[in-house]
């Protein structure tokens, strides 16, 4: 088959390209070659290539942004997957649209998890424009599946994990991680393997895909500090004195009861998957960051 992937460089769409190039055609326009906030150029994209699915991986994700740029929050988390759907429906085309864990309110008592069916009730902007991505998704693409997710990390791109590891190198004092925050953490490759085996059914509405288990930043800044063997001090805070602009869901707990019963699940254990992420490429990363250093 072939597939497009909107957002090709960023830190999913890179592990989607890498897995399912395996056994398919990938198509991965650079965002000159098909802006998705631009109809025309979304059009243009699909008549030439005519893809069999499309996958949207691109997002505007900078949630402190989102709060004051409401102009491109529109366009690229709102409009983009609107002209995605619109045109995988024009031509025909199974569309897969990433969503976020952010979408729920995180007022449920935890280790009580969000399922599909539960009402959003987002806290910020960038919260609204994933659920309202969600709104046009599912109005204008026949054939679409909705795959929510949280906590993603991976080599590509900004993430938590490359984040800690960075303020652990520069040894700036201790690093205060909220310990009232909690998910579980996904590696994007394990996601892009979860993908793959969605395209090969026939699923279709909205699914979620985190990893098994779950954790605490703060118990999470400290397991990689922990396995990499990194000196710095991880000190635990509340999320409300971080003093950030975009209120954040303090329970990010997805259940992937979708998968489950559908028999097609294979998210790991949020440690399993990240003792393999580490191993693979911490040393890379940690070296990355003391190269920032110097620079």
């Known amino acids: 088959m072939k597939i497009l992937i909107a957002g090709s460089s960023g830190l999913l769409g890179s592990e989607c390209k890498l897995v399912l190039g395996k056994d398919h055609?990938?198509?991965?326009?650079?965002?000159?070659?098909?802006?998705?906030?631009?109809?025309?150029?979304?059009?243009?994209?699909?008549?030439?290539?005519?893809?069999?699915?499309?996958?949207?991986?691109?997002?505007?994700?900078?949630?402190?942004?989102?709060?004051?740029?409401?102009?491109?929050?529109?366009?690229?988390?709102?409009?983009?997957?609107?002209?995605?759907?619109?045109?995988?429906?024009?031509?025909?085309?199974?569309f897969i649209h990433i969503s976020s864990d952010f979408v729920f309110d995180g007022q449920k008592l935890v280790p009580q998890p969000y399922f599909e069916d539960d009402p959003p009730n987002p806290l910020s902007a960038y919260a609204v424009s994933k659920m309202e991505s969600e709104k046009a998704v599912r109005h204008n693409a026949p054939f679409y599946s909705i795959i929510r997710i949280g906590w993603l990390y991976g080599i590509n791109g900004r993430c938590f994990v490359k984040s800690i590891i960075k303020k652990a190198i520069e040894k700036s004092g201790d690093i205060y991680v909220a310990d009232d925050q909690f998910g579980s953490p996904t590696w994007a490759r394990r996601l892009a393997y979860q993908i793959k085996d969605l395209i090969n059914t026939d699923a279709r509405g909205i699914y979620h895909a985190t990893a098994e288990g779950y954790c605490s930043r703060f118990a999470y800044a400290k397991y990689i500090i922990k396995k990499l063997g990194l000196t710095a001090v991880i000190s635990p805070t509340s999320m409300k004195s971080l003093n950030k602009k975009a209120t954040r869901p303090l329970n990010c707990l997805l259940e992937n009861r979708l998968l489950k019963n559908q028999g097609i699940c294979i998210m790991r254990n949020w440690k399993d998957d990240l003792d393999t992420f580490l191993e693979k490429y911490g040393d890379t990363i940690i070296r990355e960051a003391e190269a920032a250093i110097e620079v």
């Open 25 to 94: 055609e990938i198509i991965a326009p650079t965002k000159n070659e098909m802006d998705i906030i631009s109809w025309d150029g979304v059009v243009e994209t699909f008549q030439k290539t005519n893809p069999d699915i499309a996958i949207n991986c691109a997002a505007f994700t900078d949630i402190e942004a989102c709060e004051t740029e409401t102009f491109l929050v529109q366009k690229i988390n709102i409009e983009g997957p609107r002209n995605l759907a619109q045109c995988s429906a024009r031509y025909q085309c199974r």
